[in-house]
């Protein structure tokens, strides 16, 4: 017999568990389903983010980021610190730790706020006037109904053609985070997020590391002014980044991979490395949902076609998160879930892309809302812009780590501000400050005039703002 529901969200990734938790609030009856499971065969929700994504990366960033403190800059504080040493069973433990502790948060959640919750995979059976059969399979077979059901399956890494991942020698993000030994030679494809990120870590406890970008330029959606400032900045560091590459023939075999392509200038080029991790983006994950059963379309991306609201074509069903349009992000993902629980409740959701944040967790950190200076220009935007160097903030000395800048731009006429672009220490924590303010229309006049706490490195936010009226205080 079907259990009946209000609202069914397939996927229980930040899009969908965060979706079913504000539609549990707003008082309806909800399911939720997800299918991923930890080693232990047990329920892992929290999609790719939690599971193989964001937050495992930042447990590795972390851990790797304390071992190169420790070896190359614990002498300058005073600190002799010999013999260090990177153990790294235990640093994949402590990650998988923290994996675990944000799977068990959102069964918690989902108790708390009555979410019912199915281990499974789910998908379409069928459409009847009392809305849409959910089959779920598992361990035991469910089947669900619900009139309004919000898909939220999230997306998975785009492979090369004819280059299958093994997870032990090719690398999706998923085998990226679980090997097990520093490799000696590591390669990277793609220069994107991930590719930085996962470069950065093993790079930092001892990996030789090539970056192949097949893109002439480095970080094309980044301010061009900032992704020229991080390519110096990781060249320094010892990351070697290769643009305008052509990816030829990839081999594997027990002694690791041979990587051949064409560089920048056409010169055929052999690349033999221990591990191989392709990151050349991720692709809608509509697998297994069966949407054939119910007429649900995708676009030419693999995409499921919604509108602005994300309304799927069909009467009741939704989708959020990285299985439709827009940027990849999990904060992204999430404001479309709740955003859409409030539609379902007759509510008002809103979204504004040109508000979400993106970020880049490297060391320095790169972070930035709202358009870059090329964008303005292409746009035929009159602009201003102001620059502070985070040489001169107090904090940022005291701190050791001066890399890098905060850039904003405003409207030349009406000084509204339309985008910050930050490298440098804690530049995920400080672009929200820029966040907010251009949510409610500041200006760069309205940052100069707030008071911001001394020491601190928002403060480099307030000289920027002062520097798009050309009258820094400290630079």
Known sequence: MSKSFDVIVIGAGP????????????????ACIDEWKNASGDPAPG??????????????????EHFEQANHHFAEHGITAT?????VAKMLARKDTVVKQNNDGILYLFK???????????????KSEDGYEIKVSGKT??????????????????????????EENILSNDGALRVGAVPKKLALIGSGVIGLEMGSVWRRLGSEVTILE??????GAVDEQIAKEAKKIFDKQGLNIQLGVKVGDIKSSKKGVSVNYSNAKGEAQTLDVDKLIISIGRVPNTTGLN??????????RGAIVVDADCKTALPGVWAVGDVVRGPMLAHKAEEEGVAVAERIAGQHGHVDFNLVPWVIYTSPEIA????????LKADGVAYKAGTFPFLANGRARALGDTTGMVKMLADAKTDEILGVHIIGPQASELISEATVAMAFKASAEDIARICHAHPSLSESTKEAALAVDKRTLNF
């Open 15 to 30: 899009g969908g568990y965060i979706a079913a938790i504000r539609a549990a609030q707003l008082g309806m009856n909800v």
């Open 47 to 64: 999609g790719t983010c939690t599971n193989v994504g964001c937050i495992p990366s930042k447990a590795l960033l972390q851990s790797s």
């Open 83 to 87: 013999g260090v040493k990177m153990d």
């Open 112 to 126: 708390k706020n009555k979410v019912t919750f199915f281990h499974g995979r789910g998908s379409f059976a069928s």
């Open 141 to 166: 077979e469910e089947s669900l109904t619900a009139k309004q059901i919000i898909v939220a399956t999230g997306s998975s890494a785009r492979a090369l053609p004819g280059v299958p991942f093994d």
């Open 214 to 219: 097949g893109l002439p330029t480095f970080l």
């Open 291 to 300: 949407i054939e059963a119910v007429g649900l379309k995708l676009d030419e």
């Open 368 to 375: 930035w809302v709202g358009r870059t200076e090329q964008q």
